[in-house]
């Protein structure tokens, strides 16, 4: 009879940490998509003014954020872009280094190089601008606001997110290959290129497409490096909401969602971010 009951209280147990789970996993689900469907919706107001309920239902927000935000959008993809790349070309030897190399110091390269991940924003951005503007009263050259600053200001703040996933990827990959072409003869460049590399690609897609959306969005930094002429989206998307609280911000953020989602699906299928990621 004892043992009749402790097997329903087993029982009993399970299917309230069963509940329990599943309670916590809906609540985490309505907390990340209501927002989402929130935007969406005001998305379609036919309002200038973003009044509940609306008069009525368009698409023409839509068709309006290329003619507002065109020309931030290809600023912020150029800056992007670039940002990355050299990101990736001084990430992946760094990860190489710090996943392969035992030497004096090794934990405080990897502490300077993830630096930039606990540095707030407002603080890097600042830091930065007057970084610029003092080399500028030495040189004479104009750099604060300038392009190349912008550029570099974005690959120093993605350079981590490539380091931690590539990383990530070479942890989890196989030193023999590496090493059996190194035994054979071939020289340390070789190896690199025609073994290593192709072994990380998935992780460096996947660090790739973090650091890519990293700089697209970043904003707080970005504020004190653009000047007249150059205007990333998220600095347009603020200073349009100064003046206009219509709902085309919520169709330029659908968009940036759909856009997004369908990378990381279209990327998951081909180089399997989860298992990059774990």
């Known amino acids: 009879m004892r043992a009749v009951s402790g097997r329903r209280a087993e029982r009993i147990g399970a299917w309230i940490a069963r509940g329990a789970m599943g309670a916590a996993i809906g609540i985490g689900a309505a907390l990340i998509f209501l927002p989402l469907l929130l935007t969406a919706y005001l998305s379609l107001f036919d309002e200038r003014i973003v009044v509940f309920p609306p008069r009525g239902y368009t698409l023409h927000w839509y068709a309006a954020v290329w003619p507002n935000f065109g020309a931030a959008i290809l600023t912020s993809l150029e800056v992007a872009v670039l940002g990355v790349g050299l990101a990736v070309l001084a990430g992946v030897p760094a990860a190489l ?9 090794r934990d405080t390269l990897g502490i300077f190089l993830l630096a930039p991940l606990t540095v707030p ?4 951005g600042l830091a930065i601008y007057l970084l610029a503007v003092l080399a500028e009263v030495q040189t004479t050259i104009a750099f604060a606001g300038s392009f190349v600053i912008l550029i570099l200001a974005h690959a120093l703040v993605t350079l981590p997110w490539v380091v931690r996933l590539c990383a990530a990827g070479l942890v989890h990959q196989d030193a023999a290959p590496e090493e059996a072409a190194a035994s054979l003869g071939a020289k340390p460049l070789a190896v690199f290129w025609r073994v290593t590399l192709p072994g990380m690609k998935q992780s460096i897609i996947a660090a ?5 959306v990293i700089s697209f969005g970043e904003l707080e930094m970005t504020m004190f490096l653009v000047s007249p002429g150059i205007t ?8 349009y909401l100064e003046y206009h609280v219509d709902p085309l911000v919520s169709a330029l953020a659908v968009l940036q ?5 369908a990378a990381l699906v279209l990327l998951d299928r081909r180089v399997r971010l989860g298992a990059v990621l774990q």
């Open 232 to 239: 990333t989206l998220p600095v347009a998307v603020l200073l």
């Open 121 to 124: 924003a407002i603080a890097l």
């Open 257 to 261: 969602m759909a856009l997004v989602g």
């Open 208 to 212: 790739i497409l973090f650091a890519f």
């Open 97 to 105: 280094v710090l996943a392969r190399k035992r030497f004096f110091l």
